[in-house]
């Protein structure tokens, strides 16, 4: 069964000993990875392989459209772990124009449970509709892949995961980019945050 992917991941271990004989146990010991990467589950999107990162240099947690949900135990257990045990600095949130969940999220069509996923994209699209509909068609999904961007930086500063790090001095710096799937490149969006001052107040926690 799938034998091919089992071929595939013995090259793959054997080269990896080969450029570094310890490399394998020396991951055995601890991972000390510096980023938390949160991006989108498509098969184009390798976290890893796009920013030329090994085995224990990247944490990763990936969903459909990279969506950062007030109540998602999954994805608040991946920062919480990544920030208050494995002390990561950045957060990198990193979707990718031309993404499907956000391009399902324009259109009207029934696709099951996922709807209700993706319906946090539609509150997005509902936020900036007015400026969106001024686009032509081909801008308004690449324009709303970025703005999805920007709205789970936002949740990420919100959450009292990060708030708490920052009011403990931990240095920690939240990143918006989005990659091209055109081209391979990645663009930052330049909305990095590394402090409760960048939030809007009234999701701030004081202490
Ligand atoms: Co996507």
């Not at 069964?1 to 013995?10: A, V, W």
């Not at 004989?21 to 890893?48: H, M, T």
């Amino acid at each position: 069964m799938l034998e091919e992917l089992f071929t595939n991941n013995k090259n793959w271990a054997d080269q990896m000993k080969e450029k570094d004989p310890k490399f394998f146990s020396k991951l055995l010991e601890q991972q000390s990875p510096e980023y938390l990467w949160i991006g989108c589950s498509d098969s184009r999107v390798p976290a890893n392989e796009i920013v030329g990162m090994l085995p224990g240099e990247l944490f990763v947690h990936r969903n459909v459209a990279n969506v950062v949900i007030h109540t998602d135990l999954n994805c608040l257990s991946v920062m919480q772990y990544a920030i208050d045990i494995l002390k990561v600095k950045h957060i990198i949130v990193c979707g990718h124009y031309g993404c499907g969940g956000v391009a399902a999220a324009l259109r009207h069509h029934d696709h099951g449970l996922i709807d209700n996923w993706l319906r946090n994209i539609k509150d997005i699209y509902q936020s900036y509709s007015r400026m969106l509909d001024k686009l032509p068609e081909e801008d308004r999904l690449s324009r709303l892949c970025e703005l999805n961007v920007i709205e789970q930086v936002s949740n990420v500063c919100h959450t009292n995961i990060v708030q708490n790090a920052w009011l403990k001095g931990h240095e920690l710096t939240v990143h918006g980019w989005i990659y091209g799937i055109k081209d391979g490149i990645i663009k930052d969006l330049k909305i990095s945050c590394n402090t409760v001052e960048k939030i809007s107040a009234i999701y701030r926690i004081k202490k």
